[in-house]
């Protein structure tokens, strides 16, 4: 059964040994990075922090930091099980015959049963705060030293297109200025980025509506950060992801629609135009993003929960917690990727990539040039583009095995012939790019090379014992007494 919300899913990681009450006061300047960042490393829990200094509402962080806690924050036995089903879903085809038409019915039920479902009012709604309310009551992490001030990290930002009016649910981080401001870091890339600049374009308002939930179950807050192609509403893959419709209420002083059973809802617009330092940050890349211009978003009003639950994250270093939430949008979107891409059979993004560094792509091989279309694919796809060194390998190498893959494509380059540069967009905390949003990437085909690809000489095997005599020697080995 779908977590209903946020204390839902703290029951259950309580319940699974996964989550480490801490019942004394610990500080949300620094002290809780310090304590969230030691756990990551060590694999250790969730953390409640019951008493957070200086606010009443109990933090929690972690959630998602470990594959087992993923596990659990989508109700799966394994990720693997939500990309076997988005594989079903993609295999559909029109059915023949009565029997397959019949055999179809109960998912398409299923799929009528993902569309979020509004509803008249709902948790988020016992504490309705126009006036008198200040963002400094919560437990706003100032997460890293150098950090420009405390960031909401966690928050699922909602706004709409402009000329379609579908909503967008993105996970931008917001400092937090004063007791009714903060920052918007739209990177420019994204999709609330690219309302704000249609809005400006027109020119026919001067302020953009904006709302932000902050603590919901777990498959609604993790489909903020999924790298959905423009308009495909969050809120539904939700609930595919929950197998059950996210109830949605209207705000109250916009139109935009939010989780009923958020925890906090942040309702405010952004002045078209209006832009004010924000940063520098402790990002995940693990330096710290350096100051930049971005827009200002201002609460008008605050509801929640009687007795809300803050969530947050922090990055840094890897691993850490976003690293865990990564690798199961990597093992989900694998599927999505292969439809365009049929020739992928794994892909993998080390810790120590930091998600747009490094791809490792395993793929089979049936042309000459193969590799090269592969990486130039996967710099048209979405995020992707951001990807700044992308290494390609045959089928036969295990891309989650970092050791083989260092192993094996080292082996198999010849550096000028097989490393290609390009230029085109990167992530905006590439700190190291030539421009802003504007620098280079490197492809490295470590494939077997063709005589069609120019190669003449013999390739030789990969060492491997005979077969025989492995089964032979393993008698042996445990006559040896060897284990």
């Known amino acids: 059964m779908a977590y209903t919300d946020l204390r839902d899913f703290i029951q259950a990681l309580e319940q699974a040994g996964e989550l480490k009450r801490i019942p004394f006061e610990v500080d949300p300047y620094l002290e809780i990075t310090e304590f969230a960042d030691r756990a990551v490393k060590s694999n250790g829990p969730a953390l409640l922090f019951e008493k957070p200094k200086g606010a009443s509402a109990p933090v ?21 099980e939500v990309a076997r089903r988005i594989s079903q879903y993609l295999e559909m085809r029109m059915p023949e015959g009565l029997l397959g038409k019949f055999k179809m019915l109960p998912m398409l039920a299923e799929v009528g049963a993902f569309f979020p479902k509004t ?17 400094k009551e919560f437990p706003v992490l100032h997460c890293w030293p150098q950090d420009g001030g405390p960031f909401i990290t966690l928050p699922m930002v909602f706004s709409q297109n402009p000329d379609t009016g579908k909503r967008n649910c993105g996970m931008y981080r917001m400092q937090v200025y004063d007791d009714r ?100 940050f402790g990002d995940h890349t693990g330096f710290y993003s350096l100051e930049d211009e971005y827009p200002v978003f201002h609460v008008e009003c605050v509801t929640h929960r009687k007795n809300p639950i803050y969530a947050t994250t922090i990055v840094g270093p890897p691993p ?48 000459p040039g193969h590799a090269r279309k592969v990486m130039h694919a996967i710099w048209g796809l979405g995020q992707a583009m951001f990807s700044k060194c992308i290494v390609v390998v045959d089928e036969d190498v295990d891309v989650q095995n970092f050791s083989e893959v260092a192993w094996k494509a080292l082996n198999n380059i010849d550096p000028e012939r097989d490393i290609q540069f390009v230029m085109g967009p990167v992530d905006s905390l590439d700190h190291a790019s030539r421009l802003v949003n504007y620098g280079s990437k490197m492809g490295v085909d470590a494939t077997k090379k063709w005589p069609g690809e120019g190669f003449t000489r013999p390739w030789p095997d990969v060492i491997q014992m005979d077969a025989g005599v492995k089964a032979r020697v393993a008698e042996m080995w445990k006559k040896a007494g060897l284990g």
């Open 60 to 80: 929690l962080i972690n959630a998602f930091a470990s594959m087992k806690r993923m596990e659990l924050a989508l109700q799966v036995g394994s990720v693997d």
């Open 119 to 135: 509803v008249s009012s709902g948790p988020c709604k016992e504490v309705i705060r126009r006036d008198g309310f200040s963002l």
């Open 181 to 280: 401001t903060t920052g918007m870091h739209w990177q420019t890339h994204k999709q609330g980025a690219e309302h704000y600049r249609r809005l400006l374009k027109e020119g026919k308002q001067k302020k953009m509506p904006v709302s932000v939930a902050i603590g919901c179950d777990p498959a609604t807050m993790y489909s903020a950060i999924l790298p959905l192609p423009p308009d495909l509403d969050e809120m539904m893959i939700a609930g595919f992801l929950r197998s059950k419709p996210v109830e949605m209420v209207k705000c109250e002083t916009n139109e935009i629609l939010v989780p009923a059973h958020s925890e906090i809802v942040l309702e405010g617009h952004v002045v078209l135009g209006e832009m004010r330092t924000e940063g520098p």
């Open 320 to 367: 850490m917690e976003d690293f865990y939430m990564g690798k199961a949008i990597e093992r989900i979107f694998l599927p999505l990727m292969r439809l365009q891409l049929p020739e992928v059979r794994d892909i993998a993004m080390p810790a120590e990539g930091i998600f747009h560094n490094l791809i490792l792509v395993a793929i089979r091989k049936s042309y």
